[in-house]
């Protein structure tokens, strides 16, 4: 038996589909959602834990990639590079769980990485590339 924390990123088209339940329910699985955001007509993210026998745990991953879900492990973490951060606030709006906010005093922007779910918005906006992914 074996445990794994994973993030999807699912494609807009995807969002209404049952792939989740079709995971479980075909692959001998067991999830816990720890996170998820969906919006219709965008794009869905959700952290999952995914438990089950090794075998239907690697037929499940499979079947998400053949469906067009996007797989990242939690593993992946989002790092802020102060140097490099203007604290411009471009981030702070596209992030879905608030991991970025800015500080109603001092104007700078706050990082909350136990909030982060690794989504990557915040890398592939940030005007100066102070969000990095670290592996």
Same mark, same amino acid.
């Given at each position: 038996?074996?445990? *794994?924390?994973?993030?999807? !990123?699912?494609? !807009?088209? %995807?969002?209404?589909?049952? =792939?989740? /339940?079709? %995971?479980?329910?075909?692959?001998?699985?067991?999830?816990?959602?720890? *996170?998820?955001?969906? +919006?219709?007509?965008?794009? $869905?993210?959700?952290?999952?834990? %995914?438990?089950? @026998? @090794?075998?239907?745990?690697?037929? $499940? =991953? @499979? /079947?998400?990639?053949?469906?067009?879900?996007?797989?990242?492990?939690?593993?992946?973490?989002?790092?802020?590079?102060?140097? *490099?951060?203007?604290?411009?606030?471009?981030?702070?709006?596209?992030?879905?769980?608030?991991? %970025? &906010?800015?500080?109603?005093? +001092?104007?700078?922007? !706050?990082?909350?990485?136990?909030?982060?779910? &690794?989504?990557? !918005?915040?890398?592939?906006?940030?005007?100066?590339? &102070?969000? @990095?992914?670290?592996?």
């Amino acid at each position: 038996m074996i445990s *794994k924390r994973i993030v999807l !990123h699912f494609p !807009h088209r %995807l969002v209404d589909q049952p =792939i989740v /339940y079709k %995971l479980v329910k075909k692959h001998n699985l067991s999830f816990n959602i720890l *996170k998820a955001y969906v +919006t219709p007509q965008e794009e $869905g993210l959700m952290v999952l834990e %995914l438990i089950g @026998e @090794e075998g239907d745990y690697n037929r $499940g =991953i @499979e /079947y998400l990639t053949s469906c067009g879900v996007k797989i990242q492990p939690l593993s992946q973490d989002v790092i802020r590079n102060e140097v *490099k951060c203007t604290d411009c606030g471009v981030c702070v709006p596209i992030c879905p769980t608030g991991a %970025l &906010a800015i500080d109603a005093i +001092t104007r700078r922007v !706050h990082f909350y990485d136990n909030k982060c779910i &690794a989504c990557e !918005h915040c890398v592939k906006i940030c005007p100066t590339r &102070a969000m @990095e992914v670290r592996f």
